[in-house]
């Protein structure tokens, strides 16, 4: 197994990864005030992505940020190649993609009160 880390002073926010022509760009975006969600693109350069993922929620942009660089390490254990000094392309539809994270958490906060007076009971 090998390691692969990403140096730098400011934290990691972007990264761009290629093999041949096949580019993947990964963003980690805020969702709301404390939660952070790492979003994976692939596609072939110079197109818009042709696939996506989403990760997360994380309470913290550094566990967003570790994953990040888990991904990574996977990726460039997969041949690919990191290109730190290639700009991102497709960091709208990134966050075009979190705002959607985000309306699907507030449509569904995970709370479900039980009224036992709304319900009859079984016989």
Not at 44 to 63: I, K, L, N
Request: charge should be neutral.
């Amino acid at each position: 197994m090998k390691l692969h880390y990403f140096h730098g002073r400011s934290p990691l926010r972007a990264l761009v990864l290629g093999r041949r022509e096949r580019r993947v760009e990964l963003h980690i975006k805020n969702v709301s005030d404390d939660i952070w969600t790492l979003v994976a693109m692939s596609g072939a350069d110079e197109h818009p992505p042709e696939h996506h993922r989403c990760q997360g929620p994380y309470r913290s942009a550094a566990q967003a940020e570790a994953a990040l660089r888990a991904v990574a390490g996977s990726l460039l254990g997969e041949s690919y190649d990191a290109r730190p000094d290639t700009h991102v392309v497709w960091s709208v539809v990134a966050q075009r993609l979190a705002r959607s994270i985000r309306r699907d958490r507030d449509t569904s906060t995970g709370r479900y009160p039980f009224d036992p007076d709304q319900y009859e009971p079984l016989e």
